[in-house]
């Protein structure tokens, strides 16, 4: 059996017109369908580039089936595939959104600089010295560098008790390190 050559054409209907598939055929679907295309694109995104990438990205995913003859209705297959595209877009800009806003949210140093190695010596034995839910609350926090959401998630607890215990942690620390500096 030979090979289909790029110049064949197979007729393709969606029930009002029919388009040749071949050579042609997607310069033939592009300009029948692409101003609607574009326009459902765009009011699912809210953005005329966004649009049009997702419908480029549509005809790509579209075309080996369009090509083979295996869809009888090109328009609502491509409108499907824009569907499709737009809400892979919109997970990926939620997932890109949260990772903005977990960046975002990223504790404040303490300090600036490291603490020195006499300072770390007062400091470890004080954050040691903490009651074990407000010890847990620094850790995640300062050390791991977690969110407050995270360290709430982690622990089983409301974000409110992970800053009210961050909060008695940190003046616990402050009123240690402050006495060890009195003569």
């Not at 004080?126 to 560098?145: C, K, T, W």
Request: aromatic share 6%; net charge negative; proline share 7%.
């Amino acid at each position: 059996m030979a090979a289909r050559e790029a110049t064949d054409t197979v007729n393709v209907t969606d029930g009002t017109e029919s388009h040749e598939v071949g050579t042609s055929a997607l310069e033939s679907l592009v300009r029948s369908y692409h101003g609607q295309l574009v326009g459902l694109a765009y009011v699912l995104t809210g953005s005329s580039s966004d649009a049009e990438d997702l419908v480029s990205q549509a005809y790509l995913s579209a075309w080996p089936a369009l090509a083979s003859g295996a869809v009888i209705s090109p328009l609502p297959y491509l409108k499907a595939a824009v569907v499709n595209r737009a809400s892979n877009w919109r997970r990926h800009r939620f997932h890109e959104r949260m990772e903005a806003m977990r960046a975002a949210s990223e504790p404040e140093p303490l300090i600036e600089q490291p603490p020195s190695l006499e300072e770390r010596d007062l400091l470890w034995p004080a954050v040691l010295r903490l009651p074990m839910p407000q010890r847990q609350v620094v850790v995640l926090r300062y050390l791991e560098g977690y969110s407050e959401r995270e360290c709430a998630t982690v622990l089983g607890i409301p974000v409110g008790t992970v800053k009210s215990r961050g909060a008695r942690a940190l003046r616990s620390l402050h009123e240690a390190l402050s006495e060890s500096e009195r003569p």
